[in-house]
Every structure is written in structure tokens, then in C-alpha cells.
């Protein structure tokens, strides 16, 4: 995860506060006891910047000890062999330090990833049970996309007329779907293929379409609009629009056909 450019000044804070703490404490501490500190900062950083900023700490975080706090002091030189193998020890545990925090952070995101995931699917099919028909089922949907992805939500079904046109529906009676919304949704129905931004077809458009297909076939368009900014599309965030892409294109099957049988 590429961390913010802002992160990387904060681990230069954090190292200035590292070696104010050195200077206060190098009267009755030894080295040994006192690159310590460092180390404390470094998982700091790690924890709360990332591991971009948290490796240059340790980097930075060698060079300024050996600077200040290692003889000849003022100088990059070493001259005893303990205090270059302290040296390299304190900037191969901050390495260390620093990727095994990262994975750490990584693997608790993605857990917590996918409970979200998983609440908000079951959050889906709970509403899907309690609907009866087919307005509830499109406020279900629409209602939860947007509360689940943080975006506004159309959902395109073919119109009981002319199934080769589809309809949207939302919820928001700001969002407006314009022609270039119908011609994208209907060009997505028909080719049963995602499209928008962070795809090869239509990576300007102001929204991303993804088909709802079934085993019978396709049952309509879900739209996700990104209103003031364009849109970017994470693979583990694309990963969930098609999960509930699915549920709802079975849903929505279910109840067509129960309405066809009428």
C-alpha cells in the first residue's frame, strides 16, 4: 500500500523526537540502551504511517546516532567494530520491524475487509427476504448499493414494452441519467461486460456499469456514479460489486418471474 507523501514528514517528526529524547537521556544511558529509542520510534512509525516512512525512520535513524551519539561524534566514521554491528542491528531490525508490521496491517485490513463484505451481502439478502415485490426489491438494492459502496446507485431494467431499452431507476432524484448513462448501461447489457472507469471500455464515464447475470441470463445494469471526483476501482472493491451483482441479479430473476407467471 503506497502511503501518503504527508507520512513521510511525520516520520521525520518522529525521528526528530527520537533524537530530542537521545540527547536528554545520553548522560545515563550507554548506546547499547539508548538506540532503544529509536527502535520504540521505529514501530511506532510502522504502525501508524506505514512502511514506506517507517524503513526511511530506520535509515535516517542509523545515520543520526551514528552522527550524534557514536565517536568521533559529529562523524559518520566508526572506528570500533561493536558499534557497527550495533549500527547494522538497529537498521536491520527496523527493516524487519517495519515490513512484518506492514504485512500485519495488511492481513487485519483484509479480515476486516471481508466481514464488511460479508455484512453487507447478508444486510442484501436480508432485505431481498423481507420484499414482496418488485419496487421493494430495486429500493433494496438501490438503498443498500449506496450505502455500501458510498456512491450513488442506478439500476437499469429492461422495460416491459421493449426489452432492448432499459430503464433506470434511483433513488436520489439528483442523479440524472443522460443519454450517454443509457447508451453505456445498455452497451453493458448487451455485451454482459463491466465498463467505466478502470476498464478498456468507456474509462471516462461518470459512472461504472456492472451487468446483473444469472444462469438463465442478464437481468438488467447496476450503475455506481461517483459525483465530484472520478471513480477508481480497487480489485477487492470490484470483487464486492460483482458479489452483490450476483444477489441481486438472482433476486430480481426470482421475482420477474413470479410476476411473468401472474
Known amino acids: 500500500v503506497k502511503s501518503h507523501p504527508r507520512n513521510y514528514f511525520i516520520a521525520l517528526e518522529i525521528l526528530v523526537i527520537a533524537t530530542l529524547l537521545a540527547e536528554l537521556l545520553h548522560t545515563v544511558l550507554n548506546p547499547t540502551n539508548l538506540i532503544m529509542i529509536y527502535v520504540l520510534m521505529i514501530v511506532i512509525a510502522a504502525v501508524f504511517v506505514g512502511l514506506g516512512p517507517s524503513i526511511l525512520l530506520s535509515i535516517l535513524g542509523v545515520l543520526t546516532f551514528d552522527f550524534l551519539f557514536i565517536p568521533p561524534y559529529y562523524s559518520f566514521s566508526v572506528q570500533n567494530i561493536p558499534d557497527i554491528f550495533m549500527l547494522l542491528t538497529l537498521l536491520v531490525v527496523g527493516i524487519v520491524i517495519s515490513y512484518l508490521t506492514a504485512k500485519f496491517r495488511q492481513q487485519t485490513e483484509a479480515a476486516w475487509q471481508r466481514e464488511r463484505q460479508t455484512e453487507s451481502l447478508y444486510a442484501l ?3 431481498m427476504a423481507v420484499s414482496n415485490d418488485l419496487e421493494s426489491y430495486i429500493h433494496a438494492i ?3 448499493s449506496k450505502e455500501t459502496f458510498g456512491r ?3 439500476l437499469y431494467l429492461p422495460e416491459a414494452q421493449n426489452g432492448e431499452k432499459l430503464k433506470p431507476y434511483a433513488e436520489n432524484p439528483e442523479i440524472i441519467s443522460n443519454e450517454n448513462d443509457n447508451a453505456a448501461a445498455l452497451w453493458a447489457f ?3 461486460k463491466i465498463i467505466g472507469p478502470g476498464t478498456d471500455t468507456l474509462p471516462n464515464a461518470r459512472a461504472s456499469f456492472f451487468p446483473l447475470i444469472t444462469a438463465r441470463g442478464i437481468v438488467g445494469v447496476l450503475a ?8 477508481e476501482l480497487s480489485r477487492e472493491w470490484e470483487r464486492l460489486v460483482e458479489a452483490y451483482a450476483d444477489l441481486a441479479a438472482v433476486s430480481l430473476e ?3 418471474l413470479a410476476k411473468e407467471s401472474q
Open 125 to 127: 439478502s436480508r432485505d
Open 142 to 144: 438501490v438503498r443498500r
Open 152 to 154: 450513488e446507485a442506478v
Open 190 to 192: 448487451e455485451h454482459r
Open 224 to 231: 455506481l456514479f461517483e459525483i465530484g471526483r472520478k471513480p
Open 254 to 256: 426470482g421475482i420477474l
